[in-house]
T-cell receptor, first 113, second 116 residues
Framework: GENVEQHPSTLSVQEGDSAVIKCTYS??????FPWYKQELGKGPQLIIDIRSNVGEKKDQRIAVTLNKTAKHFSLHITETQPEDSAVYFCAARGGGSQGNLIFGKGTKLSVKP | KAGVTQTPRYLIKTRGQQVTLSCSPI?????VSWYQQTPGQGLQFLFEYFSETQRNKGNFPGRFSGRQFSNSRSEMNVSTLELGDSALYLCASSQLRGRGSQETQYFGPGTRLLVL
């Protein structure tokens, strides 16, 4: 089955710097890769997603890149702000009939003012 | 459009009891998935329902079960609770579910279950 590895587990940056979180997956048939942000006491909130026919997607300060050959995808946050502090999860969904997401272990991002 | 709602938000039970959690998906969404989140294991898939049918099941014991109603609302049940069942239970909904679906899943706030 699918396995998703996420690094780093914790990341601390200064306000205004960029943050990068990387994930690798094992199932070459996976075709959908969302990123979620989870704040304390809340459910995961989708921040951006990418599908296998796209190599890069950007939404304001957030971008995601996908390398299907290497089976890895990354989240890039530019000009970080204190409100970006949260736990970020990457996930992958296989290309078969099963629709569940397989999640990475999460990255706790701290943005210091 | 209202988001995914889950009730109750918090629950305290004792070992051996059973519990039922409820999830109302976003209006128009027909697929509901359940996940368990714990500090040690992270987010783990429990099961998925689409049009009142369980389509996929994760690696959890039979004490965990669920169902979906004709209005797409879903419930999950855990019988004979164990201490290790303490977790945040999350429900996610998506609009469609086809083979190789790339549909976005939207999560609710979760139900935090504490088993004493």
């Amino acid at each position: 089955g699918e396995n998703v590895e996420q690094h780093p587990s914790t990341l601390s940056v200064q306000e205004g710097d960029s943050a990068v979180i990387k994930c690798t997956y094992s199932d070459s048939a996976s075709n959908y890769f969302p990123w979620y942000k989870q704040e304390l006491g809340k459910g995961p909130q989708l921040i951006i997603d990418i599908r296998s026919n796209v190599g890069e997607k950007k939404d304001q300060r957030i971008a995601v890149t996908l390398n299907k050959t290497a089976k890895h995808f990354s989240l890039h946050i530019t000009e970080t702000q204190p409100e970006d502090s949260a736990v970020y999860f990457c996930a992958a969904r296989g290309g078969g009939s099963q629709g569940n997401l397989i999640f990475g272990k999460g990255t706790k991002l701290s943005v210091k003012p | 459009k209202a988001g995914v709602t889950q009730t109750p938000r918090y629950l305290i039970k004792t070992r051996g009891q059973q519990v039922t959690l409820s999830c109302s998906p976003i209006s128009g969404h027909r697929s509901v998935s359940w996940y368990q989140q714990t500090p040690g294991q992270g987010l783990q898939f429990l099961f998925e329902y689409f049009s009142e049918t369980q389509r996929n099941k994760g690696n959890f014991p039979g004490r965990f079960s669920g169902r979906q109603f004709s209005n797409s609302r879903s419930e999950m049940n855990v019988s004979t609770l164990e201490l290790g069942d303490s977790a945040l239970y999350l429900c996610a909904s998506s609009q469609l579910r086809g083979r190789g679906s790339q549909e976005t899943q939207y999560f609710g706030p979760g139900t935090r279950l504490l088993v004493l």
